[in-house]
T-cell receptor
Framework: DSGVTQTPKHLITATGQRVTLRCSPRSGDLSVYWYQQSLDQGLQFLIQ???????AKGNILERFSAQQFPDLHSELNLSSLELGDSALYFC????????????????FGPGTRLTVL | GEDVEQSLFLSVREGDSSVINCTYT??????LYWYKQEPGAGLQLLTYIFSNMDMKQDQRLTVLLNKKDKHLSLRIADTQTGDSAIYFC?????????FGSGTRLQVQP
């Protein structure tokens, strides 16, 4: 158990809908990362937050957004869902002490499996 | 951006050693990680190596780094059926981890 929790575990929805995925980082971690894992694209970095502020952006679509709240939990919002958005979405957290230099070990949650029908 | 390449599949017999290879392009990577993903599960941190090291040993795991060739390998000694999983190499990039495609390790009893 990494200490990172994600809810829900599974989510089934229809095209055009909007969903929210939630992540609680390990106790004391300030950084949260979101990744998407799909069969054709592999594991892709989406976005990072550090202590409530966006720190880095990866291959995140405009239809997707995220935020990190004062209690450090994070939510990933996916809207206007398409079939191709079906994937596993992982959250990871790190202490964030030295995250600019990339020396920060990330611990992953169990993921949310999103199925868009 | 960073490119990370791994072979897709490796099959070994129980008790043998497994060697999973990874090549990367970003020479500024300071930490290089190995993660394990079992079916239906998240990514579990296995080990990592600093870029100024050549080798790191952690019980059955040995990580070798050839910084000049940008080549990283993970050796699992005495491979067990419980080691069957996908193994991801992940050098730190400028922003976050960049993952290889993963190597599926199949351990035959």
């Amino acid at each position: 158990d990494s200490g990172v929790t994600q809810t829900p575990k599974h989510l089934i929805t229809a095209t055009g809908q909007r969903v929210t995925l939630r992540c609680s980082p390990r106790s004391g971690d300030l950084s949260v990362y979101w990744y998407q894992q799909s069969l054709d694209q592999g594991l892709q970095f989406l976005i990072q937050y550090y202590n409530g502020e966006e720190r880095a952006k990866g291959n995140i679509l405009e239809r997707f957004s995220a935020q990190q709240f004062p209690d450090l939990h994070s939510e990933l919002n996916l809207s206007s869902l398409e079939l191709g958005d079906s994937a596993l979405y992982f959250c990871a957290s790190s202490a964030g002490l030295d995250s600019r230099r990339g020396t920060d070990t990330q611990y992953f949650g169990p993921g949310t499996r999103l199925t868009v029908l | 951006g960073e490119d990370v390449e791994q072979s897709l599949f490796l099959s070994v017999r129980e008790g043998d050693s497994s060697v999973i290879n990874c090549t990367y392009t970003d020479s500024s990577s300071t930490y290089l990680y190995w993660y394990k993903q079992e079916p239906g599960a998240g990514l579990q941190l296995l080990t990592y190596i600093f870029s100024n090291m050549d080798m790191k040993q952690d019980q059955r795991l040995t990580v070798l780094l050839n910084k000049k060739d940008k080549h990283l390998s993970l050796r699992i000694a005495d491979t067990q059926t419980g080691d069957s999983a996908i193994y991801f190499c992940a050098p730190t990039g400028r922003r976050a981890l960049t993952f290889g495609s993963g190597t599926r390790l199949q351990v035959q009893p």
